[in-house]
């Protein structure tokens, strides 16, 4: 298991969709026989292995399962069924700005999220300017974040979580947000990343980002895998079936 990174074993999750929820406490007296509640699976017995070093893409269309699939890797959410063990530390960009407290300032956040990852005042200290010159928010890195556009709050994520030293990288949809300059010199970085042997796993409907970054694509239909190996066959087989 040395040259393993993400073990994923026979897993699956269900959530509970509810209909007609009562939200008050007299709702819930008076009807609490009428509320309906469906149980959908999302992922149904999925197994794979993502070794160390790989850079993997998830594909799929939404509500495929791939991005609860890497929220269970996170340990945000837990599999009804089955086991998602990681090997390293970890770090993951899944929601834009989760984590951070709107009325801090961007650098008092720096401080906030970069501690959730593990690291110590003293770490922070050491990369707190390398991670404003890479957010490129000096001038507003002391307003409260609460101000800030879509795109900053991406500059900011981003630029905490590749300054914290994971080993596993694990990245949602989020570089979809943002200018073009911004995108160029994220996607920059995980090449830079994965020429480091880091372990990015990826979930994004940029389809050429994907063939340039990841050597490898699982393709996640209906909550199973349909397909895993070299990005490009991957990927075409994806596109073919979405015809």
Known sequence: MEDVAIKVNHVTKNFKLYFDKPNTLKERLIFWKNSKKEIKTVL??????????????????????????????????????GKITTYGKLTSLLELGAGF???????????????????????????????????????????PVRTYSSGMYMRLAFSVA???????????????????????????????????????????HSLSSIRNLCTRAIWINNGRVEMDGETNKVVDAYLQACK
Not at 111 to 125: C, H, M, P, Q, V
């Open 162 to 204: 590749i300054n914290v030293d994971a080993e596993i990288l694990l990245i949602d949809e989020i570089l979809a947000v943002g200018d073009q300059h911004f995108q160029d010199k994220c996607y920059a970085k995980l090449e830079e990343l994965k020429e480091s042997d880091k372990t990015i796993v990826i979930v994004s």
């Open 44 to 81: 149904k017995d999925v197994s794979l292995e993502i070794k160390k070093g790989e850079t993997v893409a998830l594909v799929g269309v939404n509500g495929s399962g791939k991005s609860t699939l890497l929220k269970l890797m996170t340990k945000i959410i837990y599999p009804n069924k």
């Open 101 to 143: 407290h709107p009325d801090f300032t961007g650098r008092e956040n720096i401080y906030f999220n970069a501690s959730i990852f593990g690291l110590t005042r003293k770490e922070i200290d050491r990369r707190v300017d390398d991670i404003i010159a890479f957010s490129e928010l000096g001038p507003y890195i002391d307003n």
